[in-house]
């Protein structure tokens, strides 16, 4: 069973940022592409951001400018820094790993943005 470890979720304002983190077992964040998707209250499950081994990153139109994903390959650890936080960002945050044909998902960490 991979476990991927997500922290740094929570409540914050308008206009606030947070940062979140996904630890992953070494053997899979190596040969990995690492990213975020969100899910809110009824709706399906989105991508943020994802960001390959190689450091190439992808975003989706409404994160850009905004949120900056990066990998620290020393830690095994992908970030998902969030700035400018809006309200329609509000939605659990879960971390993803894909190395095809396999595919992994951390429990998911709420993001609450609301003033």
């Known amino acids: 069973q991979v476990q991927l470890v997500e922290s740094g979720g929570g409540l914050v304002q308008p206009g606030g940022s947070l940062r979140l983190s996904c630890a992953a077992p070494e053997r899979i964040f190596r040969i990995s592409a690492m990213g975020w998707y969100r899910q809110a209250p009824g709706k399906q499950r989105e991508l943020v951001a994802t960001?390959?081994?190689?450091?190439?990153?992808n975003y989706a139109d409404s994160v850009k400018g905004r949120f900056t994903i990066s990998r620290d390959n020393a830690k095994n650890t992908v970030y998902l820094q969030m700035n400018s936080l809006k309200p329609e960002d509000t939605a659990v945050y879960y971390c993803?790993?894909?190395?095809?044909?396999?595919?992994?998902w951390g429990q998911g960490t709420q993001v609450t943005v609301s003033s």
């Open positions: 993803n790993a894909a190395t095809p044909p396999y595919t992994y």
């Open positions: 960001i390959r081994s190689s450091g190439s990153t």
